[in-house]
């Protein structure tokens, strides 16, 4: 759709109180669902559904939703990639693992593909980050100084935080030999 294109008014003038709406009324109407989008990726980056579902909890009407948010992808405002990749920075900085990571994004409706770039696009490396995180968790452990119950419990934590089994053994090897 053309920058400044309503459409032909139909796919998201929905009737209210039984009324359609006039195409005065439509171009009003979107306008206030495209302010409201605009307002929510002022403040971050937002997946589509996210955005899609944040829209519908104000009560607007599901096709023009879709008609702005197809527009701000359209114009660059809104995109699954930079969401993605912002997402995935901000997780690694808290301490999380890309099994963690990739599973929020998911769960967030990001496409497979983008997730799978965002993460490997990251220059991070996974383990020496579970090691750092393991560190300020359990900084009371010295060398050998972990019986098998503390081993078992470090496990569980680092697997909690998306980690998988090899990063999690190297990552506790590192805080024993340290």
Known sequence: MAEGSYGSGQEGAEAVDGQPLSAAEFKEALQTVRNGAIRLLARREHSRAE?????LLRSHPLG???TVIEQLAERGLQSDVRFAESYTRMRIRRGYGGNKIRAEL????????IIEQALAETDECWIENATHV??????????????????????????????????????IERLREN
């Open 51 to 55: 955005l899609r579902n944040k829209l």
């Open 64 to 66: 023009m939703i879709n």
């Open 106 to 113: 998911l769960s967030r409706d990001v496409p497979r593909e």
């Open 134 to 171: 393991l560190q300020k968790k359990y900084a009371k452990y010295a060398k050998n100084d972990c019986n098998p119950r503390d081993m078992a419990k470090m496990q569980r934590f680092l697997w909690s935080r998306g980690y998988n089994s090899d990063e999690v053994k190297l990552a």
